[in-house]
């Protein structure tokens, strides 16, 4: 029933005071609405909620296409073509922006409700726009194997440098989130990296990554021999174990030491923390002797971030890599298993069992 002007009823709750506009977006184009503007009650409309399930999903798929490798600019002539009107490259930045608290949700996330036997650490240079210079920046990036054989990303962060006290500081954040139950790290061999490894995870096991090891071997040697030392050191790297190992070591290193002096003197240095995963049973070592799981992992990235090139500042490296990883790892995580870990626990329980027979003989 029509109610007169400023009647007031027990019904009416309510009363109008004017309307303002607003501007709805929908694929044939913008209209504007003349919403009431409603005092001491409540007004909706049907209409307005369809309008507004569907204006977020056209803002997820705007952040999808942005994490995804679309530049801001084709996005917005994207929804030019959809809409009819043209959302500007900063509005599409400003939508990313609603995902930055679910990041960083995820980046801080508790990780003490499980183990992590083994670690693998890498990172990336990436171009980041700061103080009105462009500045090259490293994000560092860590991978574990939890103890029921899934891959999970364990966090990343946006160090200065790939320092050790970059390294240090990324560390120190895994332990306050709870990583435990770490027995091997693989990583390549920088100063810093390695150094902090051994600050923060003191008798840890660490596995320098071989991809890197054979290429430091091969810049050392002379053209004319690198194939043939390629096939050598990669048989030593592949032996059955350490004793073949070593012994495949000195015959090498006798051949070549005068045909390739710094090459010999990288590989026999290096020999010890190359083939650290010859302490583990077979089936483990193929996929902890290197980084390249990560590796592919930002080959994945790489290939988004050159459609962005220069990030606008170190906020929107965390957003885009951050969406990038934790969709990654929720494919690892629910996909399939990516180690048995059944016979790594058990060789570790006979490892643990003799060193305890050692000391009670020793005693």
Same mark, same amino acid.
């Given at each position: 029933?029509?109610?007169?002007?400023?009647?007031?009823?027990?019904?009416?709750?309510?009363?109008?005071?004017?309307?303002?506009?607003?501007?709805?977006?929908?694929?044939?184009?913008?209209?504007?609405?003349?919403?009431?503007?409603?005092?001491?009650?409540?007004?909706?409309?049907?209409?307005?909620?369809?309008?507004?399930?569907?204006?977020?999903?056209?803002?997820?798929?705007?952040?999808?296409?942005?994490?995804?490798?679309?530049?801001?600019?084709?996005?917005?002539?994207? =929804?030019?073509?959809? +809409?009819? $009107?043209? *959302?500007? %490259?900063?509005?599409?930045?400003?939508?990313?922006?609603? !995902?930055?608290?679910?990041?960083?949700?995820?980046?801080?996330?508790?990780?003490?409700?499980?183990?992590?036997?083994?670690?693998?650490?890498?990172?990336?240079?990436?171009?980041?726009?700061?103080?009105?210079?462009?500045?090259?920046?490293?994000?560092?990036?860590?991978?574990?194997?939890?103890?029921?054989?899934?891959?999970?990303?364990?966090?990343?962060?946006?160090?200065?440098?790939?320092?050790?006290?970059?390294?240090?500081?990324?560390?120190?954040?895994?332990?306050?989130?709870?990583?435990?139950?770490?027995?091997?790290?693989?990583?390549?061999?920088?100063?810093?990296?390695?150094?902090?490894?051994?600050?923060?995870?003191?008798?840890? =096991?660490?596995?320098? +990554?071989? $991809?890197? *090891?054979? %290429?430091?071997?091969?810049?050392?040697?002379?053209?004319? !021999?690198?194939?043939?030392?390629?096939?050598?050191?990669?048989?030593?790297?592949?032996?059955?174990?350490?004793?073949?190992?070593?012994?495949?070591?000195?015959?090498?290193?006798?051949?070549?030491?005068?045909?390739?002096?710094?090459?010999?003197?990288?590989?026999?240095?290096?020999?010890?923390?190359?083939?650290?995963?010859?302490?583990?049973?077979?089936?483990?070592?193929?996929?902890?002797?290197?980084?390249?799981?990560?590796?592919?992992?930002?080959?994945?990235?790489?290939?988004?971030?050159?459609?962005?090139?220069?990030?606008?500042?170190?906020?929107?490296?965390?957003?885009?890599?951050?969406?990038?990883?934790?969709?990654?790892?929720?494919?690892?995580?629910?996909?399939?298993?990516?180690?048995?870990?059944?016979?790594?626990?058990?060789?570790?329980?006979?490892?643990?069992?003799?060193?305890?027979?050692?000391?009670?003989?020793?005693?």
């Amino acid at each position: 029933m029509a109610k007169e002007p400023y009647e007031r009823t027990e019904e009416r709750q309510g009363h109008r005071n004017g309307s303002y506009r607003r501007q709805l977006t929908t694929r044939v184009g913008s209209i504007t609405l003349h919403v009431p503007r409603i005092r001491d009650g409540n007004f909706s409309t049907e209409m307005f909620l369809r309008y507004q399930r569907s204006e977020q999903a056209l803002l997820l798929a705007l952040m999808e296409m942005v994490v995804n490798g679309v530049s801001t600019r084709k996005v917005s002539q994207i =929804t030019e073509e959809l +809409c009819g $009107t043209k *959302f500007s %490259k900063s509005t599409v930045s400003e939508l990313c922006k609603n !995902l930055d608290p679910i990041i960083e949700a995820w980046i801080n996330r508790p990780l003490s409700d499980d183990q992590y036997p083994f670690l693998l650490v890498d990172a990336m240079y990436l171009k980041v726009r700061e103080d009105g210079r462009v500045r090259s920046r490293g994000v560092m990036i860590a991978v574990g194997i939890n103890a029921d054989g899934y891959r999970e990303v364990l966090g990343m962060m946006v160090g200065d440098t790939e320092s050790e006290s970059s390294w240090s500081e990324f560390f120190s954040r895994l332990k306050d989130r709870g990583l435990n139950g770490v027995d091997i790290i693989t990583s390549d061999d920088h100063r810093g990296l390695v150094r902090a490894i051994r600050q923060y995870f003191q008798g840890v =096991t660490w596995q320098r +990554c071989q $991809t890197h *090891f054979m %290429k430091n071997i091969l810049d050392a040697t002379p053209n004319s !021999l690198k194939d043939e030392v390629h096939s050598h050191v990669q048989a030593i790297l592949e032996a059955p174990d350490e004793e073949t190992a070593r012994m495949l070591l000195g015959k090498t290193t006798s051949f070549y030491e005068d045909k390739a002096p710094k090459a010999m003197s990288i590989l026999e240095s290096g020999f010890d923390d190359a083939s650290a995963v010859l302490v583990l049973p077979d089936k483990y070592r193929k996929r902890l002797r290197t980084t390249n799981s990560i590796e592919r992992l930002n080959e994945e990235i790489r290939r988004r971030e050159r459609v962005i090139r220069i990030f606008p500042n170190r906020e929107s490296v965390i957003r885009l890599l951050g969406a990038l990883l934790m969709e990654q790892d929720e494919k690892w995580t629910t996909g399939k298993k990516y180690s048995d870990m059944e016979e790594y626990f058990t060789w570790r329980e006979s490892q643990i069992l003799g060193q305890t027979h050692k000391v009670t003989r020793i005693f």
